[in-house]
């Protein structure tokens, strides 16, 4: 391993504060995913993908990341300022005008480690299965990995792409589902129930590891486990339980922070939970 | 008017099958991607060729356009074929977002645009496509007129850098322009200068002006008519140097009046060169099921049309 579970948590303590603070500082945003995914993330850029922070768009050679549900864009700011890809002083500029660090991520304003715009829904497997293609016909034994909201699963979009995967063999796909059960009205089980997500997606073709996404150790192996799946004739999803707002414990669990901003007291509060390792932007 | 005659009809389609076939000759980075219309898209030679360059989607336009943007990463130049309403309205958010806003090097090329689809009606004909993509910030609109133009268009939106819409059709119509022409992206065609009134054609309305201007000729009427393929970015240079010379024009197009290239032509000239204008395309409605010749009369798209837009501009006039 790179780094020890110790180190990957202090760096996911450090991810949490600035989910907080860059949310805190523009009174908008979407903490609640985004601190859900905060070991997935940490664990992908720090341990599991062989990637450069010397950004170049076409990726040949290394591993690559498309963020489907873009609306957890705070995690993924820090997540790739943190590991490298941009300073870390411009995650102050989230949501404001003329910033790089914008709402939902995007490639039109050249923010290294972006490499395609998403925030409208159900867009990102497609994509990412496009570039998992271009590898193989490239001749590129490098892995491409995404992450999908569970409510995200309602767009229909996605069981085009789910369709596609396993008969074409997209076996260099790692696909994870945030599967936290809860969407912006309510829990996705009251709004538009998944039903049994792994017998789905094992109906359509593919491989289906579990995993609790919110334990440093348990996503690293679960990451790992997936790697070895890979080029054996199929695509990888990975399920991975998270509770959204984990980390912050009056957020944790509830879909009320799916896109609200804390306020000053609320932000003291969530910053006392989680200690500074790295330094504050 | 300079004369111009045709061998053989041939359906622009059949154009953009033989410069796709090229393409994927000259640059093994050129992918195609079809959405089960093979077949109609004329893609066969391409795919026979280089199989494993050809990715069939099955009925999922969705996710064509995401897969097409996503192989761009890493080198890919990807064309998409499908129809033209399940090319654009059916596809917009995933052609603005991952795309458009991502600036990536797809093609996304559709046939059977506009009424002359024919009998399959007003599902398959869509007559907003151009709208619809002219709208879109950095998107390349080309509505090449014939089977040689299409093949150039297709072979020149290869070498360029970004997001192309490539429009085109299913009739069989006369096949006039060079066929060693080089096309370049954004230049005016000019097919007849003339005098008294410019007529600018886009797609098969192209040989219906030269047959107006023909017409127009015996009526002692000295037309100019420009061939403009590429609706954006538009020629504004060309239109503007005619307009000065004619000082009224027509705007011929298969598509709705509304969001055309007609108006197009109108806000370039209402800000530079304000002038009488005339639009011959479809009146903001549907199609319906009938021939395509049938479908161009009832709808006002025939070289009568033009003949008299371009009389009744000319009287508009000071």
């Known amino acids: 391993m790179k780094h020890t579970i110790n180190e990957l948590e202090d760096i996911v303590s450090q991810v949490r504060r600035d989910i907080v603070r860059m949310v805190h500082g523009c009174q908008s945003g979407h903490p609640g995913g985004s601190l859900g995914c905060a070991e997935f993330l940490t664990a992908l850029y720090f341990e599991t993908m062989n990637h450069s922070t010397d950004f170049k768009m076409d990726g040949k050679g290394e591993d690559l990341f498309f963020l489907s549900n873009g609306h957890i864009s705070p995690v993924f700011y820090s997540v790739l300022a943190r590991s490298g890809y941009f300073e870390v002083s411009e995650l102050a500029t989230f949501r404001k005008l003329n910033s ?8 039109h304003e050249g923010l290294p480690g972006i490499r395609i715009a998403s925030g409208s829904l159900g867009q990102g497997m497609s994509v990412a299965i496009g570039a998992a293609l271009t590898k193989k016909l490239n001749k590129d034994h490098s892995l491409v990995f995404s992450l999908h909201g569970d409510g995200e699963l309602q767009e229909g979009q996605n069981w085009e792409a789910i369709m596609f995967a396993p008969h074409n063999k997209v076996d260099n796909l790692i696909a994870t589902i945030d599967y936290n059960g809860q969407q912006i009205d309510g ?52 399920l991975m339980s998270t509770q959204m707002g984990y980390g912050v414990d009056f957020m944790v669990g509830s879909h009320k922070w799916h896109g609200t901003a804390p306020n000053d007291e609320q932000l003291a509060s969530a910053l006392n939970q989680n200690k500074e390792t790295l330094g504050d932007y | ?37 093979k077949g109609s898209l004329k893609m066969d030679a391409f795919a026979d060729e280089f199989p494993e360059r050809f990715i069939q989607i099955g009925i999922a336009e969705a996710n064509m356009i995401g897969i097409a943007a996503g192989m761009t990463i890493g080198g890919k130049i990807p064309f998409t074929g ?6 654009t309205g059916r596809v917009y958010d995933q052609i603005r977002q991952s795309v458009a806003y991502s600036n990536k090097n797809v093609k996304i090329c559709a046939s059977h645009a506009g009424l002359t689809l024919g009998e399959d009606g007003a599902t ?23 089977y040689n133009q299409t093949k150039a268009a297709t072979l020149a939106i290869a070498e360029y850098e970004g997001p192309v819409y490539l429009r085109f059709g299913r009739p069989s119509i006369p096949v006039f322009t060079d066929p060693d022409q080089k096309f370049e992206i954004g230049k005016a065609w000019m097919v007849n200068e003339g005098t008294d009134v410019t007529i600018i054609a886009t797609g098969h309305m192209v040989w219906k002006a030269i047959e107006a201007g023909e017409q127009l000729a015996e009526l002692g009427i000295d037309a100019e008519i420009i061939n403009i393929h590429t609706i954006k970015p538009l020629d504004e240079e060309a239109i503007l140097k005619s307009l000065q010379k004619t000082g009224c024009v027509v705007t011929c197009e298969e598509h709705n009046k509304f969001g055309g290239l007609g108006e197009s032509v109108a806000r370039l000239l209402s800000t530079e060169l304000p002038s009488p204008q005339e639009f011959v395309a479809v009146n903001d409605s549907f199609g319906e099921s009938g021939t395509p010749d049938q479908l161009m009369t009832k709808y006002g798209l025939d070289t009568i049309n033009i003949v008299e837009a371009a009389q009744k501009v000319i009287k508009r006039k000071k």
């Open chain 1, 187 to 238: 829990p996705t089980e009251k709004v538009l129930s998944l039903e049994n997500l792994q017998a789905k997606f094992e109906a359509f073709g593919w491989h289906v590891i579990t995993s609790n996404g919110n334990n440093m150790e348990d996503i690293v192996k679960a990451l790992e486990y997936a790697k070895s799946l890979t080029g054996k004739g199929r695509p990888i999803l990975n």
């Open chain 2, 124 to 146: 398959h004909q869509i007559l907003e496509d151009i709208g619809l993509m002219k709208m879109l910030p950095g998107m390349v609109v080309i509505n090449p007129c014939d």
């Open chain 1, 100 to 107: 790089r660090v914008q709402g939902h991520p995007t490639t």
């Open chain 2, 82 to 87: 499908t129809f033209a309403n399940f090319s």
């Open chain 2, 1 to 37: 008017m300079k004369k111009y005659t045709y061998s053989e009809k041939k359906d622009t389609r059949s154009g953009f099958g033989a410069g796709l076939h090229e393409a994927g000759q000259k640059n093994p980075e050129v992918v195609a991607l079809c959405a089960d219309l």
